[in-house]
């Protein structure tokens, strides 16, 4: 089979709006396959939220749980990727330990608190459906490049889930990197994306960090060599090999420099080159990958056994989108153990075609305001209603109220309706929602109003964000923490 070219933009939703990605010439569909660098993801979110760690009710730290399953989220909303694999990193020593002891020895040790909440979100991939591969003697980037490889020999796209620069290398007209930022956003980086952050090609990226090394991960490199050097050098001459055979050309201290680290950058090369050829129990690691059934439902309910009730709510609305669950969901006792090559665990076939299982139908009426006189109208309308109540629900970008930023929120005055205000965020992609102070002065005019009854489920979490937006609570400054209460509300403004 051969890859379809041609050039396509892909207009992908969100709630703050539509953003559209010029791909190139290779067609990303359904047979896409979607590769996850686990650990990657997983220190992200921990260390996102360092300063203020998310704890459950026993006092466990639940932030790199919570910040993973959040950012997957967003991918799996935005996406709806077919083919889906979580790449997990050897439990044993790699062979670039074998080549070099001092492998990533410079590595702190990884902190107690992070490495209790791997088999959690292990346990809730398993329960989603998202297949894991682990293989003793490999990193989880040795795996991705060994898919995305095969997968371009066979004419097939590849998304890579990482914000790793290692696998930058990997990047073509078939392969593409996800790289996580801010706020829940995956950035899309191709080749020209690359070129734009390293100032070289993803061709030559080996070469680069050969020049440059990883202090992380102890990797030499050329003492002395920075990226600005190595990249003048590799225009200059093409390539490492280049630069090494013109070295006695190369004059003043880089000459020098280049000359005496001749043996560091070829060393150094070994350990980034990525191995394609990772072996699989059965078979090559390709031809294990099947499409994925999430099943939605069984996870929002994991979730919530592990104290993440936020991002079990989204998770659970995935499933209501779905039509609710769709394969049961499998056992923790199921997961692959440790001391063998693990391959990619085909989730069960359904007992139908998927396209043959009934989808319940969305019988309501939703839509998005992202327009302050959008807005102003609804507002409007709650306050001049006979029966003056409205159904309020918030979207945080994290549990602690006092740490947590507005990302929009929802407002219902009748069954089968309701609306959704994505608020405008300083830092994201996308530019569609209401701005910040405007909607805080539109709910103003809602909280002001004493025969405004408000309808919160989770009432003390949504009462305390708002308080963190400027509200103070006019009967009490602890309101009551029901599902469904009425509240008299002061609006103080602090500078926003």
Known sequence: MQTAHRRTTARICCPFGIFAVE??????????????DSYGLIYRSYF??????????????????????????????????????????????????????EYKATRQKTPDDLHAQIPWIEDILLTIGIPTIRV???????????????????????????GDKDLMQLVSDTTQILKPEKGEVWKVVGAAGVQAEWGQPPEKMLDLLSLVGDTADNVPGISGIGPKTACKLLDQYGSLDGILAHSSEIKGAVGEKIRNGKDDALFSKKL????????????????????????????AKKLQSYAAPTVARQYERLAEAAGGTLRPAQSADSAPHAGKPESVTAPAA?????????????CGTYRAITDIAGLKKIISAVLNAPQKAVALDCETDSLLPWHARLLGFSLCTQAGTGVYVPIVQKDALFSDGVPHDAAIAELARLFNEPAVTVIMHNGKLTTNVFARQGYRWHNSSTPVHTPAARFSIRWWRHGF
């Open 136 to 162: 003793d003697g490999y990193e989880a980037d040795d795996v991705i490049a060994t898919i995305a490889t095969a997968a371009t020999e066979r004419g097939r796209t590849c998304r890579i889930l990482s």
């Open 272 to 299: 980034i080159q990525l191995c394609t050829d990772v072996p699989g129990e059965h078979g090559t690691l390709i031809e294990q990958v099947q499409p994925v059934v999430f099943d939605y439902r069984a996870a």
């Open 350 to 362: 359904p007992d139908k075609p998927i396209d043959a299982i009934t989808v319940k139908k969305n």
């Open 48 to 101: 996102a939220f360092i300063a203020k760690p998310l704890l459950d009710s026993r006092g466990h730290n639940v932030s790199a749980l919570f910040g993973f399953f959040r950012n997957l989220h967003a991918v799996l909303t935005h996406y709806h990727p077919r083919y889906f694999v979580a790449a997990l990193d050897s439990r044993t020593k790699t062979f670039r330990h074998d080549l070099f002891p």
């Open 23 to 36: 791909y190139g010439m290779a067609i990303f569909d359904e047979s896409t396959i979607y590769l996850l």
